[in-house]
């Protein structure tokens, strides 16, 4: 009975959702308030119908109803509850439902907050809102329904995949989508003001926030993705430049990009047609995402369950959502005209760079990424591009984005002067040309790559420290004034350097990770040492032990260094009995500076285990960047300006109440 | 708040440099009509391949039609270093004669311990050759892992990277099967689960070996 509930709610959503995305656009059209107005109890209605089919999926899963297809493929009456409530998004149909309401949260929220805007644009974004939540609540409804029945109900279901059984990769999908889903926000507000004929400062306010809680979110979701890959799947690594992972890190640069250049149009009232077509971009890139994973179109080790019905459903989403959007750009967009005008050189000049940069580093990915599939369908054959094209193409572009990255926040709006800026840099310089030397007096193998990712890191992070020190004007007034000075500042300055800071320190741990990371892999009886960089691992044996839903063997490490004792590590090995399936889980000792990284494989006929050993340093930097980057995200979120819902007009620009009817 | 505004420049008037030569641009020239008309015409053109690609009926993990049925590459590989006397390199010329399953593994790709089983059982099939390549991985690990699990293969080759671009590989592992004339006949990419092995692997050999 739940489930039919949650299904009729699923039907009433896509009905709901196809008057929001209709009759408010008529209204704006037309200059008709009550229309106009329909759109926000739309958007709020549609919100509770979806959470009320996402809840009921939860239920089924909750109390174990196996007569769902849904519930008996993906879960099992023994798994613990953490997991039969993250299993609702372990699989197509179910993850395709938080999509959709994740989509349905952020409509609610544009209605429910969005009073400061003006009418015709409110309604004509809930509309295109509304838009994309009547393709994907059809595309769930005629293509992969989560509430199918089966005629006869197994005893148990087949459980949940064990390798999604984890913390880390239960909570991926909700900060991805809830990155990717927040890109729609952008992608309804540019066609939106396309359709109005108008983007100005004012405009770009109301996007930013929303682009800025998309991309903090995406990130957050990139890094746990990357960190569950590196505890779980044992082989030390964090990131493969698999094509699903590329299809999460495309919009997270085109996001950033938008980020940048949204700050132009509201500084500077220039760049935007360019921010436009950013935006739609960011959300194509997001859906092409979606559409990555599910088509079937490119292999990959973590696709999901493919079907050429799908795949097709989705191309026409993307064909008339992204198509649509582009060619109303190529019609609207070069009516838009800028106002404001600047020198290269200048802070507008920079943050150009940086847009130019980060869409090149976004098209290598897309290019890497999708090349074998276009040269195999035009009969060029099959090729694979993997990880030596993305570091040869992708380091290049991102040296000089970090340096420009450091300097750009110094330059002055409209025009800067370079020297100047380094002038004041002169301190951060003098710390990164230390600490090059610095490692390249300690790295014994003299290795470039790595002299010039950490000196890239201090670079960036020295500058962002310099910068800031310099606008509270430390050292030059006295302590008191810079005391007030920094409680002064916006918070979205604050908000910039602590995600660039953020920057910093994940470059560090990818430049250290990568290069000094050391393993050995071997045989080893209970009994034996190995040493790992310094560290003396002493395996002590292997003892058994039974899980909430599996058994597990517990292989123990004691570490010492020098004698004085580091950590116990243990290393699982788990064994799923449901799914006949096994799974490994790395033992970690921290010490943040560096991973002691233990595995354990299989036992050897003389009593000997195979086990895989790491020091990986610097690696936990990675991922405290990413958080650092996403606290960023959010302390700049929290600046009263662009405080989602509160934005007031800076310009005293009347916008029409009605807007000359022309879309 | 005032200072919430960032001004429109931030350095002291002596600072700024007015001088003749202000390049401006934005609000200058106009971009044509046609390069608005650039996104919406690549993405058409993206998506009608991909639409052709997907219409096709074409499996990506098959081989296209552009390779299947053509001679294996020209490749020579060593032997794992260290294991020399005990398993022979592998060369295209070995390739031919017999039906040869050719199967790209690494001791560090956790599917390719999935289909162990399965090669290790194609290898006791009579009249077909199973050859290994490994693939990017360190020579005692490798080692460590055939005698851990078993080691199906009559030769090992050695690839650095260049084999796999050869063979158009496009993950680990993935396996080929080649007739007698040295032609490849067919791909599988990704582990060989016994229903793939059962349903796909074994009927081409079956007709391959007629």
């Known amino acids: 009975m739940i489930a039919e509930i949650g299904h009729f709610a699923l039907i009433l959503a896509v009905l709901v959702a196809l008057v929001q995305s209709t009759i408010p656009l008529f209204g704006a059209w037309r200059g008709d308030a009550p229309l106009m107005a329909l759109a926000k109890p739309a958007a709020q209605v549609q919100l509770l119908l979806v959470a009320v089919a996402f809840g009921a999926l939860t239920c089924a899963y909750v109390v174990s109803d196996f007569s769902l297809i849904n519930v008996a493929r993906n879960s099992h009456s023994a798994k613990p509850l953490l997991y039969k409530i993250t299993g609702v998004w372990a699989n197509h149909e179910g993850s395709m439902l938080l999509w959709v309401l994740i989509l349905a949260i952020f409509g609610g929220a544009l209605a429910s907050f969005g009073r400061n805007l003006p009418p015709s644009l409110h309604a004509r974004a809930l509309s295109v809102q509304g838009m994309v939540g009547v393709a994907f609540l059809a595309f769930i409804l005629f293509t992969s329904n989560p509430f199918e029945r089966l005629s006869v109900a197994p005893a148990d279901g087949s459980g949940l995949n064990p390798l999604l059984q984890d913390p880390g990769l239960a909570f991926h999908p909700p900060f991805l989508y809830l990155g990717y889903v927040g890109f729609s926000m952008a992608f309804s507000f540019a066609v939106a003001a396309l359709l109005e004929g108008r983007v100005d400062p004012a405009w770009a306010r109301w996007v930013r926030p929303w682009t800025l809680a998309a991309w903090a979110f995406l990130t957050l979701g990139i890094a746990l993705g990357s960190w569950w890959a590196y505890y779980e799947l044992g082989w030390g690594g964090w990131w493969f430049w698999d094509p699903v992972e590329n299809a999460s890190f495309m919009p997270w640069l085109a996001g950033g990009a938008l980020l940048h250049s949204a700050i132009v149009v509201e500084k500077r009232d220039a760049l935007k047609s360019w921010t436009v077509l950013l935006a739609i971009i960011a959300f194509a890139l997001s859906l092409v995402g979606t559409f990555l994973v599910r088509s079937g179109v490119l292999t990959s080790v973590h696709a999901f369950a493919t079907d050429p019905s799908r795949g097709l459903f989705i191309l026409g989403i993307l064909v008339v959502a992204i198509g649509g959007s582009l060619t109303l750009y190529a019609w609207r967009a070069p009516q838009l005209r800028a106002t404001g005008s600047f020198r290269l050189v200048s802070r507008e000049g920079a943050l150009i760079f940086n847009n130019l940069l980060l869409t090149v580093a976004c098209a290598t990915v897309f290019v890497g990424t999708l090349y074998p599939l276009v040269l195999d369908a035009v009969g060029g054959g099959k090729i694979s591009v993997g990880a030596p094209y993305f570091n040869a193409t992708f380091i290049p572009i991102m040296t000089p984005l970090v340096i420009g990255m450091a300097i750009g926040p110094t330059l002055a709006w409209k025009r800067g002067d370079i020297w100047a800026s380094l002038g004041r840099l002169k301190l951060a310089l003098g710390a990164t040309v230390i600490v090059a030397a610095l490692t390249l007096w300690l790295d014994s193998a003299r290795d470039l790559a790595a002299v010039m990712g950490m000196s890239l890191a201090v670079w960036l992070f020295a500058s962002t420290v310099v910068e800031l020190a310099g606008r509270i004007r430390l050292g030059s007034v006295a302590f008191r004034e810079s005391i007030r000075r920094a409680l002064g500042l916006p918070r979205a300055a604050y908000g910039m350097s602590v995600a660039h800071m953020g920057f910093a320190i994940t470059i560090a741990g990818i430049t250290a990770s990568s290069a000094w990371q050391a393993e050995s892999i071997r045989f080893m009886k209970p009994g034996e040492t190995a040493n790992v960089a310094g560290y003396e691992f002493r395996f002590d044996g292997v003892k058994e032990g039974p899980g909430p839903n599996y058994v597990a063997q517990f292989g123990t490490f004691t570490v010492t260094r020098e004698g004085r004792p580091v950590a116990t590590l243990v290393a699982e090995k788990r064994f799923y009995p449901v799914q006949k399936r096994q799974t490994t889980e790395a033992a970690i000792h921290t010490t943040w500076l560096a991973d002691l990284y233990a595995v354990i494989g299989d036992a050897s006929k003389g009593g000997g285990w195979s086990v895989r050993l790491y020091h990986n340093p610097l690696v936990p930097w990675i991922w405290i960047g990413a958080l650092v980057m996403f606290a960023g995200g959010l302390i700049s979120l929290s600046d009263r300006r662009l405080r989602v819902g509160a934005p007031r007009r800076i310009r005293a620009r009347p916008l029409p109440v009605t807007s000359p009817a022309k879309a | ?210």
């Not at chain 2, 053109?45 to 081989?63: E, H, K, N, Q, W």
């Not at chain 2, 270093?81 to 039906?99: S, Y």
């Open chain 2, 1 to 210: 708040m005032a200072s919430n505004e960032v001004a429109p420049n931030e350095l002291a008037p002596d600072e700024v440099k007015v001088g003749k030569g202000v390049e401006e641009i934005a609000g200058g020239r106009r971009p044509t009509r046609a390069l608005y008309l650039l996104p919406v015409g690549i993405f058409m053109l993206l998506a009608a391949i991909v639409a052709y690609f997907m219409l096709s009926g074409r499996d990506p993990r098959l081989l296209p039609s552009a390779l299947i049925d053509k001679p294996a590459p020209t490749f020579k590989l060593a032997p794992i270093a260290g294991w020399e006397n005990r398993k022979p390199g592998l060369a295209t010329v070995d390739l031919k004669g017999k039906v040869t399953v050719v199967n790209f593994f690494a001791s560090w790709c956790v599917p390719c311990l999935a289909e162990h089983p399965q090669i290790v059982a194609l290898s006791k099939l009579k009249g077909v050759q199973v050859v290994g390549i490994n693939y990017k991985d360190k020579p005692e690990n490798a080692k460590a892992w055939l005698t851990r699990h078993g080691n199906p293969y009559a030769r090992i080759g050695v690839d650095g990277g260049r084999g796999a671009i050869e063979w158009g590989v496009y993950g680990m592992p993935e396996t080929f099967i080649v007739d007698r004339t040295g032609r490849i006949r067919f791909k599988h990419v990704g582990p060989i689960v016994p229903d793939i092995l059962n349903q796909k692997i074994l009927p081409v050999i079956r007709k391959l070996s007629k």
